[in-house]
């Protein structure tokens, strides 16, 4: 299995976010997760909902009315974006009336149309080609509408908004296609090839669709006691317990590469470089679950499929310092509920939680290749590898 999250830090639309101020249109926000929120301000204001318009932006305060060294700002008063003019919205025709639907019949709750601005719900409704009436209720959350892009004077880095975790998702999701491209790639399988991609990692997983939630255990009792072809008649009472003893997960998420400019932040000899492949996690509190057996066997599968590829596979090592604070994964969280061996690794990168950050070009076939070298190879290597 090869478990990763798809969410990232972003501002979420509240339920009430109609709000005014000075003239100007706003959007009442909420933050989710541990974004860089300054950066949100700061780089890259763009902010938009559908499509390809940018609606909504953050506007900084000039630097001329607030010489502050360090850039400070109030998360509930000072985040929230513009959206229009005032004087422009009442101008608009063809407006939707910002009314209760039936006149006079008792409603629980204002209609959507009051509590968002209505020419709002009117773009989503346009997105979504229905009429504004039509919507209930809605979520809604902001991203940056700059596309990602390559960069760097060679083409080695990758600009791009949530590296952290689409990185590894796309790379888990091409690395099991790839895994099964050849028409005779499970003839002689014996295990189940599996990816999971989870919502909710940035904000602790403890929700429904989260890691930390029945869903993946749920999953994998149901496939353990498919009945194979080559053993029909076996008692399948244990077969859930027996599918985890005999399985392995890599936790995929973004990791952390040696940043030039704060290398003091870094053990000295556990600096990640950027292009040069996978990082493995350690953490001796199990904030990443992972183990030597599973260094043992991921070093095997980047080592067979550097041989079959010819193209190189290098993993990197990685531990934070005792006297920092250190990120988690759904790695612990889902090795715990499972019980079966876990490894956490990812791609290095840069400013993770920015709503920029930087990550190797390269890296990115690294893991590709990793992954499909794991699906490939995992029955037979797991075999291979014994602790005593
Ligand atoms: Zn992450």
Redesign the pocket.
Known sequence: MIGA?TDSPVLRVKPVSNKRGEGFLQVGVETYGGGIWHTCILQFPTREFIADIAVLRIPTLAIHLDRQENFAFNKETQLFPIAGLVAAELNRTGETKAEPATEGEFEPLKSVSERHHPYFVELIAAEAQVNPTDILDFEVILFDTQKACLGGLLEEFIFSPRL??LN?SYCATVGLIDSVADKSALDNESSIRLIALFDH??IGSRTAQGADSNALPAIIRRLSVLPSSSSKETDLSTAYEQTLSTSFLVSA??AHSIHPNYSAKYESDHKPEINKGPVIKINANARYATNAPGIVLLQEVARKTTKESGEHVPLQLFVVRNDSSC?S?IGPMLSAALGARTLDL?NPQLS?HSIRETGGTYDVAHAIRLFTGFFQHYSDLSKTIFVD
């Open positions: 999250h952290d975790n590894s990692e940035e998420d973004m990120g994964t990812g993770m």
